[in-house]
């Protein structure tokens, strides 16, 4: 039976991670795989790059007015002209009377677990809330990251288990594609950058709790005396918003300017170097629906260090140094602990490499894939 499979394509911009990464990956690898379906991406803006990729036809809509209108006024109309089977929402949102069979991809719900951080007024909670029901009344299929957000949208949010499926995530082909090359050779030693830095990735909203990595980092300088630097990459400080840090707080409230490098945007080759040449990569945050990065520093052989947490100990499966992400002392006792013992660090990269080998794009757009005819033959049963 032929399928299709509408997706909806808003978020896609220049900014390639988050949201965007994962609809760009899931949309390139679907239109490689064999099968009877066929994708319409509907978007607001033009997309030439998929325009030419076998499967996928991008529908334009033009906006007119709020995304809200586009959504639930707009997207409806060609749904139902294109005869869609199902409709794909894959960034936490949905429109607000079902017209077609719909999934979303909820990926977490950070702003629910951490409200004095990511919640900045009355509005926006209501908002959020609104839209968390909406996805929970609408969705036929909820599919979510990992274990750890699957059991936190059950326990905050009122929706049936069965609803709910887990689809792993995982890097860019890039990355895969760096690791299996790496992997040609078992003997090839991975070459750190002779000036010892701690590396994180991903931006400075609170919940990624930077300052307290900064915090550690100048306590192993004055406990080593040795000069390393913190690269913050993929940073964008001075967001509007109280979940935002800004440059001055990072600078010129924790005394840090001789060793702390802040990089905006780095293009996913220029990430695999930063990777490679760091003697840690850090994830301290309080939580994550999944924690892709930790995997990215996995592909490139770099040790890991995250909070211990329930999403941590998932996402590393174990091939971790694990650290208490409120105390800034036992981040750095995690980082000392790690440039201190060069054969645990060759224990964690020869586990953390086979543990990182189970993502894979193929992977998640094949059962992505087998989940839209789940429920396209449902609905025709």
């Not at 079902?98 to 900045?120: A, E, R, Y």
């Not at 990065?293 to 211990?308: G, H, K």
Request: aromatic fraction near 10%; glycine fraction near 4%.
């Amino acid at each position: 039976m032929s399928i299709k499979i509408g997706i909806v394509g808003t978020v896609l911009k220049n900014n390639k991670r988050g949201f965007e990464s994962y609809v760009r990956q899931l949309l390139t690898t679907l239109a490689c795989l064999e099968g009877d379906f066929s994708i319409i991406l509907y978007t607001d803006k033009e997309l030439p790059e998929f325009a030419e990729l076998k499967k996928i036809t991008v529908r334009v809509i033009p906006r007119r007015g709020k995304m809200f209108f586009w959504r639930n006024l707009q997207l409806p109309y060609f749904a139902l002209k294109d005869r869609i089977d199902v409709m794909h929402f894959p960034d936490n949102a949905v429109w607000f009377i079902p017209w077609k069979p719909t999934i979303v991809t909820l990926h977490d719900i950070s702003p629910l677990l951490l409200k004095n951080l990511q919640i900045t007024s009355a509005r926006m909670l209501f908002v959020i809330r609104i839209m968390y029901f909406f996805i929970c009344k609408n969705a036929r299929l909820i599919i979510t990251d990992s274990e750890t957000s699957r059991k936190d949208i059950l326990s905050f949010l009122s929706v049936s288990p069965e609803k709910i499926v887990t689809v792993p995530l995982a890097c860019p082909n890039i990355f895969i594609e760096h690791a299996r090359k790496e992997s040609t050779d078992v003997k090839k030693s991975v070459k750190k950058s002779s000036e010892q830095y701690v590396l994180f990735v991903g931006g400075v909203d609170r919940r990624k709790n930077v300052i307290k990595l900064v915090e550690a980092v100048e306590i192993l300088r004055s406990l080593t005396k040795k000069n390393i630097r913190l690269i913050l990459a993929g940073v964008h400080t001075g967001s509007k918003g109280l979940h935002y840090i800004s440059r001055d707080t990072l600078v010129y409230d924790t005394s840090i300017e001789g060793f702390l490098i802040l990089r905006g945007h780095v293009r996913d080759e220029e990430l695999i170097q930063l990777y490679k040449g760091a003697s840690v990569f850090v994830l301290p945050s309080l939580y994550e629906g999944f924690g892709l990065t930790v995997l990215e520093a996995m592909s490139c052989r770099t040790p890991v260090i995250v909070s211990d947490s329930e999403w941590g100990r998932e996402i590393t499966g174990g091939n971790a140094v694990f650290v208490d992400p409120h105390d800034a002392h036992d981040i750095a006792r995690g980082i000392q602990s790690i440039l201190a013992d060069e054969k645990k660090v060759s224990e964690l990269v020869e586990k953390a490499a086979v543990h990182f080998q189970q993502f894979s794009w193929q992977k998640t757009a094949a059962l992505t894939l087998e989940h839209y005819k789940r429920q396209v033959t449902r609905c025709a049963e």
